[in-house]
């Protein structure tokens, strides 16, 4: 199995854990951000940078799940305009 594939499979597999806790998740971390791994969140707060900077000292810098807990996930999009330089 390929780097990728394994990367795209842990993802997945921490992705099914996490939105199985979501539910004790936004009771407890309702707004902060998390890293969580096996089911289990390794820390958590409401500043993202200070949150990766802790759990990569303390796990290393490798993957990690870093979410940031909603009730409702919101839904992000983004509007493609296509532009040739001098046409308007």
Not at 36 to 65: A, C, M, P, S, W
Request: hydrophobic share 40%; aromatic share 12%.
């Amino acid at each position: 199995m390929e780097e990728q594939d394994l990367r795209d499979e842990y993802f997945d597999r921490q992705q099914a854990l996490f939105d199985r806790a979501k539910p004790k998740l936004v009771e407890q971390h309702l707004g902060e951000f998390v890293a969580f791994e096996d089911g289990e969140v390794l820390d958590h707060d409401f500043n993202e940078i200070e949150l990766l900077q802790r759990v990569y000292t303390k796990y290393g810098y490798r993957d990690l799940l870093i979410k940031q807990i909603w009730e409702i996930e919101p839904v992000l999009s983004v509007n493609s305009i296509s532009h040739k330089a001098g046409v308007n």
